[in-house]
């Protein structure tokens, strides 16, 4: 799977479990350690467990493991790796704490529903 097709994908399978605020951000250019990051919120520490698990349950049914995660537990702030795609979930009050779309202000933003990446 392309790293934008799995991005979109994680992106949507948030979005299922009523993510808040998801962005993709197309980081090629601007890292060495991934080419996406998705990130996103949930209003509890129970729903931002709960989109992870949704994601990370979906993509391994879609062949797609992860290197790594962690945060899960906690549920403030939890991370997925998946090599190509990194994926932030965030409790709401942390996301701005973090701000790591201000890390990657240059970056541009995937259209979580189309098949081009806006630049």
């Given at each position: 799977?392309?790293?934008?097709?799995?991005?979109?994908?994680?992106?949507?399978?948030?979005?299922?479990?009523?993510?808040?605020?998801?962005?993709?951000?197309?980081?090629?250019?601007?890292?060495?350690?991934?080419?996406?990051?998705?990130?996103?919120?949930?209003?509890?520490?129970r729903q931002v467990q709960?989109?992870?698990?949704?994601?990370?349950?979906?993509?391994?049914?879609?062949?797609?493991?992860?290197?790594?995660?962690?945060?899960?537990?906690?549920?403030?702030?939890?991370?997925?790796?998946?090599?190509?795609?990194?994926?932030?979930?965030?409790?709401?009050?942390?996301?701005?704490?973090?701000?790591?779309?201000?890390?990657?202000?240059?970056?541009p933003q995937i259209d979580?529903?189309?098949?081009a990446a806006q630049v």
């Amino acid at each position: 799977m392309e790293f934008i097709d799995k991005a979109r994908r994680v992106a949507e399978l948030a979005q299922e479990k009523n993510a808040e605020n998801v962005v993709l951000l197309h980081v090629t250019e601007l890292c060495s350690y991934t080419d996406a990051i998705v990130i996103c919120h949930g209003r509890s520490t129970r729903q931002v467990q709960t989109i992870i698990q949704h994601i990370r349950t979906e993509m391994k049914q879609a062949g797609e493991q992860p290197f790594a995660s962690e945060g899960e537990l906690e549920g403030m702030w939890a991370l997925i790796d998946f090599g190509d795609v990194l994926v932030h979930v965030f409790f709401e009050s942390m996301r701005p704490y973090y701000d790591l779309e201000g890390i990657y202000p240059d970056a541009p933003q995937i259209d979580i529903t189309s098949t081009a990446a806006q630049v």
